[in-house]
């Protein structure tokens, strides 16, 4: 890959990664129990375990994903959060349109990409000599 398709793919996974954590991950880290009871009252199965995972989908995993580190599989299921939330979620408990399913569409098609393309060159494992794969 050249400079440009690397640089690319950086500010693919810092930008989708930082943005997933801000705004989705943080605010369901610092009230668990808030988002677990959504679940709950939505009426998922296993509302603390899907929460936790959710949480984890959009914390440590996009974390991860920004680093280069396991970003295929971070962003398997980084994406995969995104396809239930989606289509789950939105579309059949809450019955949105698919306009107001956008963003978490976007969110997966941005971590299915780097799932199926990969991080780049530009990663905390190439940097640091490190022999993780990402």
Do not use: C, Q
């Not at 580190?69 to 939330?85: D, E, H, P």
Request: overall charge positive.
């Amino acid at each position: 890959m050249g400079f440009l398709n690397d640089l690319g793919l950086l500010l693919l996974r810092v930008i989708s990664g930082a943005m997933m954590i801000a705004w989705h991950g943080l605010p369901k880290l610092s009230d668990p129990s808030k988002f677990i009871g959504h679940l709950r009252d939505s009426g998922y199965p296993l509302p603390e375990v899907m929460g936790y995972a959710a949480i984890s989908a959009e914390t440590l995993f996009p974390l991860l994903i920004i680093l280069g580190l396991f970003t295929r599989v971070s962003s398997v299921i980084a994406a995969g959060n995104m396809l239930v939330a989606a289509v789950v979620h939105h579309m059949i408990i809450r019955g949105d349109s698919l306009a107001d399913t956008e963003k978490a569409l976007l969110y997966f098609l941005a971590f299915g990409f780097l799932a199926l393309i990969g991080p780049g060159k530009w990663t905390l494992g190439r940097l640091t000599g490190m022999k993780i794969r990402s």
